[in-house]
């Protein structure tokens, strides 16, 4: 579904999954702010999703820079008939994305080997493709329910032979080069725009994507994955087992593909490394953001700290609302005033939504703990004493550097860069500018709500550490210094393929 196409050259094209422009915060507001912050480039994007109807629609106004949108919602099935496939033995190509530990054939990556050989669209949806996952199945899991079997590998390739079919639009337009915040589905199309364009591929990732689909796949198959598997049991940890690899796969693709492979912070770095991605192919780009604008927002209590600590995310089980509602119980022991506000949207997830609500309830902290929905964070910062995250895992959240520009401490678990952002990490002056709140251990609110209570009760402590974020922030995380890292990467890549008029 294309929404806007001005006809004009796209220097650089983003290919987003479940982000932006119809999800709002972290990654969206990223693509967000390179958009904006580059406005003598054009961008397109192509958006990743589900279906329609799990989407808002857009929630951003789309800068004047950007000159391409289309929607792909892989699980739209009104676009699927039976239809007869001439079955080859290349069919076989495809198991190399089930395989453990494949090596990715170059041919999985040239369009003509779908179009010609398994002539994708509605796939799926023939009894070549059923005859092929019987065979598949044999080889695989003969002791596994065969259904539950047929539906996983369907929702396995649904998607990739969407990206096929639209991947045909795209190939009609001038492009420069293609970035992907992630690897995956994203990552995935990304890399057969490579391929098939010959053109740059520059991969972003804020979190480690297979890392992140682990805990996703761990912590709810059904949920998150087999959309349309009837409800009949299974073994559940085969199924986990194929879903991983097959993400590993997408992500070794993404990897070997990709001119440049770009992490936030030097553990994401050396992740990559491990999961296949070439040394040389890697550097680093920490987040950044407006330091002027969260001036403003700076003010030191003349009494006590305000005892309001603020989440603010997205209620999903990756961040881990749970353990921050446990935290406030136990705080409130000792400060029984305490507030936790969470700031973020709740209806990605609407059955863990309800399990925070409940555990809310049943802890007696309803009067202390409140959903506030999506908010301007400019309106939150001012009135909160810590800012907070409880993830099981992270990227660079820009969060906690609005935080610190904003003159707010900030604790959060030991995931992602955050304990390099909250202790100094990027070098020996970084560390030496000291902490700017507390790091703790994931899923433990005792440990948790300790490090809460030390800074809200200690004010000589919370003014320190407000101070050390605030020198941190302006000294390494400016957003200029963002714009400037990515402008000069894209300038440099257009102008070695002489891509750009």
């Known amino acids: 579904m294309i929404l ?4 004009q050259k796209i220097d650089v094209l983003f290919v987003t999954e479940g982000t932006y422009p119809y999800v709002k915060g972290g990654l969206s507001a990223w693509i967000n702010q390179l958009i904006n912050g580059i406005p003598d480039l054009n961008f397109g994007v192509l958006f990743l999703g589900s279906r329609k109807k799990d989407y808002k629609g857009i929630q951003y106004k789309l800068p004047k820079n950007l000159v391409y949108l289309e929607a792909i919602f892989f699980f739209e099935e009104a676009q699927y008939i039976s239809r007869k496939v001439k079955r080859t033995k290349k069919f076989d190509l495809l198991k190399y994305f089930l395989y453990k530990n494949s090596q990715i054939p170059e041919e999985l990556l040239n369009l003509d080997y779908y179009y ?4 994708t669209t509605n796939f799926v949806n023939s009894p070549e493709f059923s005859e092929f996952v019987k065979e598949i199945y044999i080889e695989l899991s003969p002791d596994e329910p065969f259904t539950s079997f047929f539906w996983t590998i369907r929702n396995i390739f649904i998607p990739l032979f969407r990206l096929v079919e639209v991947s045909k639009n795209i190939l009609e337009k001038k492009i420069g080069i293609v970035h992907s915040p ?20 520059i991969l972003t990732e804020h979190g480690i994507y297979v890392k992140e689909r682990k805990i996703d796949i761990l912590a709810s198959l059904e949920k998150f994955f087999l ?3 009837p409800e009949d049991k299974y073994d559940i940890d085969f199924f ?3 879903w991983i690899d097959f993400f590993i796969n997408l992500g070794k693709i993404s990897y070997l593909k990709a001119d440049l492979v770009i992490s936030l912070y030097e553990e994401a770095r050396k992740m990559q490394i491990d999961l296949g991605c070439p040394p040389e192919k890697t550097k680093i780009i920490p ?4 330091i002027e604008e969260f001036k403003p927002l700076r003010k030191i209590p003349e009494g006590k700290i305000p005892p309001i600590i603020a989440l603010i995310a997205r209620v999903a089980p990756i961040k881990d609302i749970k353990t921050f509602i446990k935290s406030i119980k136990i705080l409130s022991q000792k400060l029984p005033d305490v507030e936790g506000w969470i700031v973020g949207p709740y209806d990605e997830n609407p059955d863990y939504y309800k399990e925070c609500l409940t555990l809310r309830d049943f802890l007696g902290v309803k009067d202390k703990i409140k959903f506030l929905g999506f908010q ?4 939150i910062l001012p009135k909160v004493g810590l800012s907070t995250l409880t993830s099981i895992s992270e990227g660079m959240p820009l969060v906690v550097l609005e935080s610190f520009a904003a003159g707010i401490p900030f604790v959060a678990t030991n995931v992602g860069s955050c304990p390099q952002l909250i202790y100094g990490g990027l070098n020996e002056e970084d560390k030496k500018i000291g902490k700017a709140g507390e790091i703790a251990p994931v899923g433990q609110p005792e440990i948790i709500a300790e490090a809460y209570f030390q800074l809200l009760t200690n004010k000589e402590k ?14 390494f995380y400016t957003y200029d210094t963002f714009i400037e890292n990515y402008k000069k990467l894209y300038l440099k890549y257009l102008n070695t393929y002489n891509l750009r008029e």
């Open 4 to 7: 806007i196409d001005k006809k």
């Open 116 to 119: 010609r050989e398994l002539q």
């Open 182 to 201: 992630s690897t995956g589905f994203a990552g995935f199309l990304a890399a057969l725009l490579k391929a098939n364009l010959n053109i740059p591929y």
């Open 227 to 229: 959309t349309f598997t």
């Open 240 to 242: 986990k087992e194929l």
């Open 287 to 290: 987040n950044g953001v407006k």
């Open 376 to 379: 301007n964070i400019k309106t």
């Open 462 to 475: 919370w003014l320190n550490c407000r101070e050390n974020g605030i020198k941190r922030v302006e000294q």
